[in-house]
Each structure stands twice: as structure tokens, then as C-alpha cells.
């Protein structure tokens, strides 16, 4: 889901046309930001609070600012 940003004077604009990919038994902690055109491989855990701004391989955990390995 994109929900693009908010400008001070309450306009909304598209935040990207880019796709965000999560595939299946994913756990995406609260709080998490993931840029657009990145996939978050299949079994992956993202810690709450991270942000996400490449591509996660299969069967990992990432955290933080931006998530690592």
C-alpha cells in the first residue's frame, strides 16, 4: 500500500509508482517503512521501527535504520 505524503498545505501526492513485494510467511514488525520496488523475501522477519530501502533475501532478519542483516 502507498499512501504517498502529505504536504504542509494537506495536499496529498503519490509517494512513488514503484511496487512493494512481500511474499509469504513474512513478519513485518510495527512501524516499518518500505521503499518502493523492493521485495521482501519469503520466511523474512523486519524488526518494528526498521526501514527497509533494498531488497531482503529469503529467510533472514533485518533491523534497523536502514535494515540490515
Same mark, same amino acid.
Given at each position: ?11 496529498? *501526492?503519490?509517494? @512513488? @509508482? %514503484?511496487?512493494?513485494?512481500? $511474499?509469504? $510467511?513474512?513478519?513485518? %514488525? ?8 523492493? *521485495? !521482501?523475501? /519469503?520466511?523474512? !522477519? =523486519? #524488526? #518494528? %521501527? @526498521?526501514? =527497509? *530501502? $533494498?531488497?531482503? /533475501?529469503?529467510? *533472514?532478519? =533485518?533491523?534497523? =535504520?536502514?535494515? $540490515?542483516?
Amino acid at each position: 500500500m502507498n499512501h504517498g505524503r502529505i504536504d504542509v498545505s494537506g495536499e496529498r *501526492t503519490p509517494a @512513488s @509508482s %514503484g511496487v512493494i513485494h512481500i $511474499k509469504q $510467511k513474512v513478519w513485518i %514488525g510495527a512501524g516499518v517503512i518500505v521503499f518502493a520496488d523492493v *521485495t !521482501i523475501g /519469503e520466511g523474512t !522477519i =523486519v #524488526a #518494528a %521501527g @526498521s526501514v =527497509v *530501502t $533494498k531488497s531482503v /533475501e529469503p529467510y *533472514t532478519l =533485518v533491523a534497523g =535504520v536502514p535494515a $540490515k542483516f
